[in-house]
């Protein structure tokens, strides 16, 4: 995204928020969150590794389990590359947690073909460079900090380019590989604290509106995800309830679906 | 001058200015940005991870937005908030999806900077109040950051 488009993009968001008088330099206790929109206009969605990180320190996890080698399909359609990568970088994310550099480095190559696929390959090159090197360093600080850049770096380049709807789903295809590895790790060694991560319901309508706005991407895998989101919405969004462990198994079985179809042809 | 070549030379005027404007705004939030990011630097070094992404936009002096922020449980967050106007006072606080004041109380305002420290009793959406509250300009650019380990 260019820094004006990126702009614009944000006073669209700002536009969108409230605009409040000012009550002095007194910091209120309380606001009243009615008055706030609802809408999420627009997020930052988290990393993979923000919820990782969290899921790490209640208690230790075998993420060695979960490093996934498989370099997928070759996809000629821009929509499914884009789901795809987002999943390849989140799945560098993992790679991380388990210091696996191996599997790093062939991500790193991985997700440089992919953003070439994508036709955003000369911006990822220096990341990509940077990733095999911190990994051969095993930097793990710095493959995290690469991976981030790599994907706000694709984001921005294809937003540069108005494929503001691909950058979605490079988002949304790193936070279903999230949530199947959250709920995979959950759903083993079941906690309260560990499935209340998966309280996130005003992401899964950011996602769900997103979709909603791209009928021209008309692929039976995008039409699988909009459906299981439906599903997934009520089973997250609990208010103060707990999620129970048979809602974090089947969120798993969902997500663990999505991400088959998504490395896949179908 | 003929009337093709009048036309070419507006045209082309407007898209020098165009491109201008470009320049200036995007600059603005740009400056924001790498001084919300002035402010996490010492941070890193406590081991926060800085993310790449950001918000930003304009404000009025008094004016306050909000934008909202999935945090989870067990991690410990820092956002920055940054303006190229040096002569603005602003600040940032963060509040959990009850209206409630969720941060911890080591936040700080210095002038063009702001920060909130908030370490959530709970996984879900949070919200982020940017305040311009004086501003010697008529808008004034922000850009948030945040951190988190």
Redesign the interface.
């Known amino acids: 995204m260019?820094?004006?488009t990126?702009?614009l993009k944000?006073?669209t968001?700002?536009?969108a928020?409230?605009?409040?008088?000012?009550h002095g330099?007194e910091?209120?206790?309380?606001?009243?969150?009615k008055q706030?929109?609802k809408t999420?206009e627009d997020?930052?969605?988290?990393?993979p590794?923000?919820?990782f990180?969290?899921?790490n320190?209640?208690g230790t996890v075998n993420w060695k389990e979960h490093v996934r080698n498989d370099k997928g399909t070759n996809f000629t359609e821009r929509p499914r590359i884009a789901l795809l990568l987002g999943t390849v970088i989140a799945d560098g994310f993992i790679a991380v947690q388990a210091e696996d550099a191996p599997t790093v480095k062939e991500i790193g190559q991985r997700v440089l073909a992919l953003a070439k696929g994508i036709g955003v390959g000369n911006s990822i090159t220096p990341h990509a460079k940077a990733i095999i090197e911190a990994a051969d360093k095993r930097n793990w600080?710095s493959v995290?900090?690469e991976l981030?850049?790599t994907?706000?770096s694709v984001q921005q380049a294809m937003n540069e380019v108005h494929d503001e709807k691909l950058s979605q789903l490079v988002s949304l295809g790193g936070w279903l590989r999230g949530t199947e590895v959250l709920t995979s790790v959950v759903s083993k060694h079941f906690s309260a604290?560990g499935a209340?991560?998966?309280?996130?319901?005003?992401?899964l309508s950011y996602f769900q509106t997103r979709l909603q706005a791209m009928p021209e991407f008309n692929l039976p895998i995008l039409r699988e995800i909009g459906d299981a989101l439906v599903q997934v919405k009520p089973l997250i969004d609990v208010g103060n309830a707990r999620i129970p462990p048979k809602s974090v198994k089947k969120i798993n079985d969902i997500t663990t679906r999505l991400g088959s179809g998504i490395v896949t042809r179908d | 001058m003929n009337a093709s070549a009048k036309i070419l030379l507006r045209g082309s005027s407007l898209l020098v200015l165009i491109v201008a404007l470009?320049?200036t705004?995007?600059?603005s939030?740009?400056d924001a940005q790498s001084f919300a990011l002035q402010a996490a630097e010492p941070y890193v070094k406590e081991g926060f991870?800085v993310?790449?992404?950001?918000?930003?936009?304009?404000?009025g002096s008094?004016?306050?937005?909000?934008?909202?922020?999935?945090l989870?449980?067990?991690?410990e967050y820092w956002f920055w908030l940054g303006t190229e106007v040096e002569r603005a006072k602003i600040?940032v606080?963060i509040?959990d999806?009850?209206?409630?004041?969720a941060e911890e109380p080591d936040g700080w305002e210095k002038g063009h900077f702001a920060a909130a420290h908030v370490i959530p009793k709970?996984?879900?959406?949070y919200?982020v109040?940017v305040?311009v509250?004086e501003s010697p300009e008529e808008r004034t650019h922000w850009a948030l950051v945040?951190g988190?380990?």
């Open positions: 260019t820094p004006f990126k702009y944000l006073s968001i700002a536009a928020g409230l605009t409040l008088c000012v330099a910091v209120p206790q309380r606001i009243d969150i706030l929109s999420v997020v930052v969605v988290p990393l590794n923000e919820i990180g969290a899921l320190k209640l600080d995290r900090q981030d850049r994907q706000n604290d209340e991560l998966l309280h996130q319901p005003d992401l | 470009q320049s705004v995007a600059a939030v740009d991870q993310r790449e992404d950001y918000w930003g936009g304009d404000l008094g004016e306050k937005k909000a934008v909202r922020q999935q989870f449980k067990g991690n600040s606080h509040y999806s009850d209206g409630k004041l709970t996984t879900g959406s919200f109040i305040n509250e945040y988190f380990r």
